[in-house]
């Protein structure tokens, strides 16, 4: 049985991955890391209530796979600043808890066009925070980059987004449009990209890193 470590638990993806591994048979154990208190019916998940500062000196059990679901908007943190922090300074610090513990395996998700050499900010510390995650060496680093996500936030006592919102309603009325070349930027719902995560850590494997494109993952 397999032990799984989760950050970003109560987000869009989060949320659909603690579903996943929940319902698996191959986890008989769930740390969910959280900056409050949130109640789960399954006994399998223990809620683990910390301060996102101080994640590094955070202890778990050897060889678990760790899931990193974390982020945010510009917006939604209130300026660049509080944005990096969250979508790359918290990120790091719990792949390098991962590193600590000999993680079996460390699944987070980044975004479709991650690159640090990008002009777009948000594109250019999603690409920062996948190299200093890579440099870390962690066995077996996947790296999940989605396209546009597809989901509602209403259920999650969540604020939502226009942008998923717009792009919800759009998809919805016209799928025909992603063929051929646009099949790689298809909006993807969040579920897809959990089940993806979950299948590959249970997966056999041996590959040391793996960028998992949005087409893989639809």
Do not use: W
């Amino acid at each position: 049985m397999k032990t799984a470590v989760i950050i970003g638990a109560t987000g869009l993806v989060g949320t659909e991955l603690v579903k996943a591994l929940s319902y698996s048979q191959h986890y008989d154990k769930i740390y969910v890391i959280a900056r409050r208190a949130v109640e789960f019916n399954d006994k399998k998940i223990e809620p683990v209530v910390i301060a996102f500062e101080n994640l590094e000196q955070q202890k778990f059990p050897t060889g678990a796979d760790y899931f990193c679901a974390l982020g945010t908007t510009i917006k939604q943190a209130g300026s660049q600043e509080a944005f990096r922090k969250v979508d790359h300074d918290y990120v790091v610090s719990f792949a390098k808890i991962a590193k600590t513990c000999e993680a079996n395996s460390f699944h987070m998700v980044s975004a479709m066009g991650a690159s640090q050499v990008s002009t777009n900010f948000y594109s250019r510390v999603k690409g920062e925070t996948e190299k200093d995650v890579l440099a870390l060496g962690l066995k077996k680093t996947r790296i999940y980059q989605p396209s546009l996500l597809i989901g509602t936030r209403d259920n999650l006592g969540q604020p939502s987004r226009l942008g998923e919102e717009i792009v919800t309603a759009v998809y919805n009325n016209a799928k025909f449009l992603f063929k051929g070349f646009m099949k790689k930027y298809e909006p993807i719902t969040a579920e897809k990209v959990a089940l993806a995560m979950a299948k590959n850590a249970i997966s056999d494997s041996a590959k040391n890193k793996m960028i998992v494109s949005n087409r893989e993952m639809h």
